[in-house]
């Protein structure tokens, strides 16, 4: 019913957020890029993309035809590789970040190794700023990873909010500084919480550090402080710290998938990985 090519121009397109870099990034003409997604559109019927001279943004429709699309496009892959006698084999260096290793690794990595068990898998748990750099100096094939910043280069798996946590019963006093417990540099979401409660002009003081999230689980369980986190991966135990407090808000992260040096050996394995993850993007839409 939808045509490959136009679902791969639709998200390449709901990526860049932009119409010229999708036709560079593709290799195509601008005119192309505009008629494949009209003709999208013109498939479901629903505007997908709100433009004007300025923007590019998804609308709601297109929300959600991302999740549909990577795996319409996933499951055309497959169907190729299996029919192709071509399955990704070899060693796979894939970097993650910890808080998705403990939540929504488990069963995707469970779908992969089924449909691809003669990858062998090299896996790196980190901090996110750090599993960027292993990547840039060739260490990584493959990263799954929070955004550094919305100019980084990335395809996006999920948006979710930052939101600060604690302990149930944790009592936040607005008059002394805020006690922090975080990942040492360079986090990003240590990053994003210093630079909030600067801008907001709020005191903290830093009551707890570790590099192991499970370290700064269980401060935070045992009630030195609050830690900022992803909203839809709160760990058990723990929860979200009420407005009333009147801590500043913290925005929204990107997770994104970040491929190594074009031309790798484990090019094809980061490949099928990376559409096990994106084909899986819908059900971790509705946990995040």
């Not at 559109?41 to 943004?57: K, M, N, P, Y």
């Not at 979200?240 to 990107?254: C, T």
């Not at 090019?267 to 990376?274: C, G, P």
Request: aromatic share 6%.
């Amino acid at each position: 019913m939808y045509d490959p090519a136009q679902l791969r121009t639709f998200l390449t397109v709901s990526q860049t957020l932009s119409f010229t870099q999708a036709a560079q990034r593709l290799g195509l003409r601008q005119s192309t890029v505009s008629q494949h997604v009209r003709r999208l559109e013109g498939a479901t019927g629903r505007t997908l993309f709100s433009r004007d001279t300025h923007s590019v943004e998804l609308t709601e429709d297109g929300e959600a035809m991302l999740g549909f699309a990577r795996t319409i496009l996933g499951a055309h892959e497959r169907a190729a590789a299996f029919f192709a006698g071509s399955r990704p084999r070899g060693r796979l260096r894939f970097g993650a970040s910890e808080d998705f290793v403990l939540t929504r690794l488990p069963e995707i990595l469970e779908s992969f190794r089924t449909d691809h068990p003669e990858v062998d898998l090299e896996l790196t748990v980190g901090l996110s700023g750090i599993l960027h750099e292993q990547l840039a100096a060739g260490g990584l094939d493959l990263v799954l990873a929070k955004r550094r910043n919305t100019r980084s280069h990335g395809e996006l798996v999920w948006r979710s909010t930052l939101v600060w946590i604690g302990a149930p019963r944790l009592h936040i006093d607005p008059q002394r500084p805020l006690p922090l417990i975080l990942f040492p540099p360079p986090g990003i979401t240590r990053a994003r919480a210093l630079d909030v409660l600067e801008r907001h002009g709020r005191s903290w003081r830093i009551a707890c550090t570790s590099t192991s999230l499970s370290g700064l689980i269980a401060a935070a369980r045992a009630g030195l402080g609050v830690m900022a986190h992803t909203r839809g991966l709160i760990p058990p135990g723990l929860t979200r710290i009420p407005a009333r407090a009147g801590l500043p808000e913290l925005g929204d992260v990107d997770f994104v998938l970040l491929h190594g040096r074009e031309g790798a050996r484990a090019q094809d394995a980061a490949d099928a990985l990376a559409s096990a993850i994106l084909a899986g993007a819908d059900r971790l839409h509705r946990h995040v």
